[in-house]
């Protein structure tokens, strides 16, 4: 088992890519605790994962409040003396032509998409960092490469994240820890989050990807077990698109 012995957080872990990547990191032996603010969502997803080698640990938790992160990364140390991994995959959209997008949808994607994984790195690196090592991969988007319409505060979020990790990539590593970040940026993939996107759209996409197809929240989950496990480990610092050639 490629994760055997190792702690991982995941975040948004209720739904869409956070689920398929707590089951994958379960068959893969990781003690994983997902983090969610749906604990319906959560609670199922643990009885789904109680067949699987590793072991699936349900956290209620919000991203964008600090007090309650500060808590949950002390807990989860105390518990478990280590944090190997941390996927800072909660994400949102708010939508909109930039005419249109609100003050409070602007606070809102910044607040859980930038504003979170700040949140959550700056408690757990002192543990990884007391530790010298650790992998953070961090849930960036095609969109915050190259934008998109209608999305102004997504690739504002987005393309803050992948400033976030080529900086920490070089920040985690200068006393000589080895403390790896990168960065997937996902293409449009079958979750909750694209639901919403109309069918018409959906398929002129299609069209427009080389794979002609969407990608399967699973094959996201595959590349973040590739980031955090130690197969990756001369990768630091990078953006790796997940999105079947849309982008070429
Ligand atoms: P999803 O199915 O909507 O899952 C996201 C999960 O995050 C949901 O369970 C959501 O809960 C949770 N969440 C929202 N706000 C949170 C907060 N403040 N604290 C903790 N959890 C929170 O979306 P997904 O498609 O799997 O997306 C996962 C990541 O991939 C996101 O960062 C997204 O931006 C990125 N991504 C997705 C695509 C795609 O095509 N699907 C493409 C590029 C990038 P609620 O459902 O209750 O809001």
């Known amino acids: 088992m490629r994760l055997e012995g190792k702690v991982v957080i ?19 032996g990781a003690t994983v605790i997902g983090c969610d603010i749906d604990v319906e969502q959560l609670s199922s997803l643990a009885s789904e994962c109680k067949e699987l080698k590793g072991k699936m640990i349900p956290k209620k938790l919000d991203v964008t409040d600090r007090t309650a992160v500060q808590a949950t990364i002390d807990e989860i140390k105390n518990s478990y003396g280590r944090i190997d991994g941390l996927i800072n995959n909660a994400g949102v959209t708010r939508d909109g032509l930039l005419q249109k997008i609100s003050e ?15 949140n959550m790195t700056q408690f757990v690196i002192p543990v990884m960092l007391e530790q010298g090592t650790g992998s953070i991969v961090n849930t960036s988007s ?3 490469v190259y934008g998109n319409i209608g999305q102004t505060n997504y690739a504002a979020s987005k393309a803050g994240v992948n400033a976030m990790t080529k900086t920490w990539a070089k920040e985690f590593t200068r006393k000589g820890a080895k403390i790896r970040v990168n960065s997937v940026a996902p293409g449009f993939t079958k979750t909750p989050m694209t639901e919403k996107v109309p069918e018409k759209i959906l398929a002129a996409l299609e069209e427009r990807i080389p794979l002609k197809r969407m990608g399967e ?9 590739f980031l955090i496990s130690d197969e990756s480990s001369y990768v630091t610092g ?8 849309l982008v070429l």
């Open 142 to 144: 095609i969109v915050g």
């Open 104 to 118: 409070e949808d602007w606070d809102m994607v910044i607040d859980v998409n930038l504003k979170g994984v700040f």
């Open 217 to 225: 929240p699973e094959e996201i989950a595959d590349v973040y077990l």
């Open 10 to 28: 995941i975040t948004g872990a209720g739904s869409g890519i956070g689920r398929a990547s707590v089951k994958r990191f379960c068959e893969e």
């Open 238 to 245: 990078q953006v790796i698109g997940v999105d079947g050639g």
